[in-house]
Structures are given as structure tokens and as C-alpha cells.
């Protein structure tokens, strides 16, 4: 069992940028492959970053690569997302998500642990 909190999110013009962070406790961290979600208005939560145990391996939904990096500190339990060049259709809920099985994961279905989300509206 792991608990996941979101923080970072805000309100912010189109071009600006913002970290999100995800804060584990519970089991140890680097156990769980991470992945972010996002849900935007009246759309399907859909992947957007995913990165494995000890952050060897990274991988991105086409909409934010370039523009969107992921990143673990084990050492104090926490996920990162790094949000550039920020545009209106980022704007969505943002989920950080946990597993154990191998392999990076792009499907919601494939998580066991969900945090509750932080808004992040952008500006346009």
C-alpha cells in the first residue's frame, strides 16, 4: 500500500511553466513504477509520463514530449513533473499513479495506486 498526494498546481498564462510534485508515504517508494495522468473537462483521463523504479527509464505521451519532464527523488519519497511552454489544452487535473509490476505502464487501467489530483488551469 502507498499514499500519494499531489501538489503545484495553479493557474498559469500560456507559455509559463509550473512543477508538479507527488508525495509517497506508505511503502517504499522505489518500489513502484511512476506514472502521471491527466483529466481534462468532460475528456478521459489519459496518459501523459510514466518513469521506472530507480528513473532509468522515462517515457511520454506525444502531446508533451519536449515540453514535459518526469523525475523521482527516492531519497525523499517524491514524483516530479516539470510542465514547459505550457499551452490551454494542458489544462486538466493531474494524477500521479503507482505500481510494481515490470515495465513502464501507459495504461490507467494497469495502475494500483492513485493519488486524488491537482488542478492546473492554463491561461490562454
Known amino acids: 500500500q502507498v499514499q500519494l498526494v499531489e501538489s503545484g498546481g495553479g493557474l498559469v498564462q500560456a507559455g509559463g511553466s509550473l512543477r508538479l510534485s507527488c508525495a509517497a508515504s506508505?511503502?517504499?517508494?522505489?518500489?513502484?513504477?511512476m506514472d502521471w495522468f491527466r483529466q481534462a473537462p468532460g475528456k478521459e483521463r489519459e496518459f501523459v509520463a510514466a518513469?521506472?523504479?530507480?528513473?532509468?527509464?522515462?517515457s511520454y505521451a506525444n502531446s508533451v514530449k519536449g515540453r514535459f519532464t518526469i523525475s523521482r527523488d527516492n531519497a525523499k519519497n517524491t514524483l516530479y513533473l516539470q510542465m514547459n511552454s505550457l499551452k490551454s489544452d494542458d489544462t486538466a487535473v493531474y494524477y500521479c499513479?503507482?505500481?510494481?509490476?515490470?515495465?513502464?505502464?501507459?495504461?490507467?487501467?494497469?495502475?494500483?495506486?492513485w493519488g486524488k489530483g491537482t488542478l492546473v488551469t492554463v491561461s490562454s
Open positions: 518513469i521506472t523504479r530507480i528513473g532509468d527509464g522515462t
Open positions: 499513479a503507482a505500481y510494481t509490476a515490470a515495465g513502464l505502464r501507459t495504461s490507467a487501467d494497469g495502475m494500483a495506486f
Open positions: 506508505g511503502r517504499t517508494f522505489s518500489s513502484f513504477n
